[in-house]
C-alpha cells in the first residue's frame, strides 16, 4: 500500500495538501514548496492543468515530489487525454513508485489559457476510475491487452457535497466509489452544516469510503466573495463574509479562519482527514496547523 493507504488504514486522521507545478521547465521552484510541506502533510497532490491553464505535466511534477521523499498524489484529467494516454501515462509513474492518482473529468478548456484546444474527454472520472481499477486489478488493458506487472494504485476522486442538484451528490458519491474510488476529497467547505448534512446522506447508503474535506483558508473577504460568486458549489455563510469584512488583520483571521474549520470537520463522523488548498501561502502551513490542533 502507498504510504497514505496505510496511514488511513490505521486509523490515522491525515493531512494533504496541494501543489501546482511551475509554468516553465524548472522543477526548483517546486521543489522549494515542497521544503514547506515537509514533515507537515502525508501526501502532496500535484494538480493536473488547474482551471485549464498550462502547467508542467502533473506526472513530472509527481516524480519530482517522489524524488524528494514525499508522498504524492498524481491528478489525472480525462479532459487533455484519451484512454491510451491516461493509461499510459499511469503506468509510466507507477515505474517511478507514485501510486496514489486522483480521477478528475477536468475543467472544460474554454475557462483557461487556451480556449481554442479541443477538449478530449473520452472517458469521464467515473469511467477512469473503472478503467485503472482494471488495470491494477485484473492487469487489464481497456483495450483488453494484458500488463505485466499491473500497477499499484491508491484511487481517489472528488466530490462537491454543496453543487445543484444536492439530493444526488450522495447517489454520485456512491457511483464513484463503486467505480474504484478508495478516498475522496471534497471541494472547499466553508459551510460546516452544510458537509454535516451531505455525510449523514452518505451514512444511508452505507459507503465506506474516507473522506477528506477540503479546507482553503480565505486570505481576504475579497477571495470568499469571489469564490461564493464565481465557483459553483462552493458556499459561503454570510456571518463568515461579514467576519473577513470585519477583520483588522486579514490574513490573521484567516488563519483562524481556516483552523476552526479543520477543528469542526475533525469533529464529523466520516471525515477521515483534511486536504488544504494553500496554493500561494505555504508558509503559513505550520501556523494553520498549529491553529488547529494538528502540530
Not at 30 to 52: F, I, Q
Not at 228 to 237: H, L, M, Q, R, S
Not at 250 to 264: D, F, K, N, S, T
Not at 268 to 287: A, D, F, Q, T, Y
Request: glycine letters at 8%; a positive charge.
Amino acid at each position: 500500500m502507498s504510504r497514505l493507504a496505510e496511514r488511513l488504514a490505521a486509523g490515522r486522521f491525515v493531512v494533504t495538501a496541494e501543489v501546482t507545478t511551475p509554468v516553465g521547465a524548472d522543477s526548483a521552484p517546486l521543489r522549494r514548496r515542497l521544503e514547506l510541506y515537509r514533515g507537515l502533510v502525508d501526501a502532496v497532490n500535484v494538480t493536473d492543468n488547474p482551471s485549464a491553464r498550462v502547467h508542467m505535466a502533473s506526472w513530472a511534477g509527481a516524480i519530482a515530489v517522489r524524488e524528494a521523499n514525499c508522498e504524492p498524489v498524481l491528478q489525472l484529467t480525462c479532459r487533455d487525454r484519451n484512454r491510451l494516454a491516461l493509461q499510459s501515462d499511469v503506468l509510466g509513474v507507477a515505474a517511478f513508485g507514485v501510486e496514489n492518482v486522483l480521477c478528475l473529468t477536468g475543467d472544460h478548456p474554454v475557462r483557461g489559457d487556451h480556449p481554442q484546444a479541443l477538449p478530449v474527454y473520452d472517458l469521464d472520472s467515473l469511467q477512469e476510475l473503472a478503467m485503472l481499477r482494471g488495470l491494477r486489478d485484473e492487469g487489464r488493458l481497456a483495450g483488453g491487452g494484458k500488463v505485466e506487472p499491473p500497477p499499484r494504485l491508491f484511487l481517489g476522486a472528488v466530490e462537491n457535497p454543496f453543487a445543484a442538484p444536492q439530493e444526488l451528490r450522495a447517489w454520485r458519491l456512491e457511483k464513484k466509489v463503486r467505480a474504484g474510488a478508495q478516498f475522496i476529497q471534497t471541494q472547499v467547505v466553508y459551510d460546516v452544516a452544510g458537509l454535516a448534512s451531505f455525510l449523514e446522506a452518505v451514512r444511508r447508503r452505507d459507503l465506506q469510503v474516507p473522506i477528506l474535506a477540503g479546507v482553503c483558508p480565505p486570505k481576504s473577504a475579497r477571495m470568499l466573495r469571489y469564490l461564493a460568486e464565481k465557483v459553483p458549489g462552493i458556499v459561503v455563510p454570510p456571518a463568515l463574509l461579514e467576519r473577513m469584512e470585519k477583520a483588522a488583520d486579514p490574513r490573521a483571521e484567516g488563519i483562524a479562519v481556516g483552523a476552526q474549520i479543520i477543528r469542526a470537520v475533525r469533529q464529523l463522523e466520516g471525515v477521515r482527514g483534511v486536504h488544504l488548498s494553500i496554493v500561494g501561502w505555504e508558509e503559513e502551513l505550520p501556523r494553520v496547523l498549529e491553529a488547529a490542533g494538528l502540530r
